[in-house]
């Protein structure tokens, strides 16, 4: 069964760095894509960035030039530059190729999530 771990989270001061990583499992081969998520409090999830099995990748605007999405064996979000508006809970997402960027996702039966791990940015 796919299992996601998320880890690399932490406090950092505006214009620091952070690497969060994804470690994924149960998937046949490179058969998935996976995102990023965010949610700060009061707001709604937004999509940070997304990478398809092909290497694609596709950024929400606010992030643009400073964070990187990678993959391996395990999803990697690199974020530089950041801001206090980047303060909020992180969570991974992978789901089957054919379901990502669909009319329901990332809301799919099939999306996988992490647990979350916690970015704050001091000012």
């Known amino acids: 069964r796919v299992q996601l771990a998320e880890s690399g989270g932490g406090s950092v001061q505006a214009g620091g760095s952070l690497r969060l990583s994804c470690a994924v499992s149960g998937y046949t081969g490179n058969s998935y894509c996976a995102a990023w998520f965010r949610r700060a409090p009061g707001k709604e999830r937004e999509e940070v960035a997304r990478?398809?099995?092909?290497g694609t990748r596709i950024y929400t605007d606010s992030v643009k030039g400073r964070f990187t999405i990678s993959r391996d064996n395990a999803v990697h979000l690199q974020m530089n530059g950041l801001t206090p508006e980047d303060t909020a809970m992180y969570y991974c997402?992978?789901?089957?190729?054919?379901?990502?960027?669909?009319?329901?996702?990332?809301?799919?039966?099939?999306?996988?999530w992490g647990q979350g791990t916690q970015v704050t940015v001091s000012s």
């Open positions: 990478i398809s099995p092909t």
């Open positions: 997402a992978t789901a089957k190729w054919w379901d990502c960027g669909s009319s329901s996702w990332p809301d799919n039966p099939t999306t996988y």
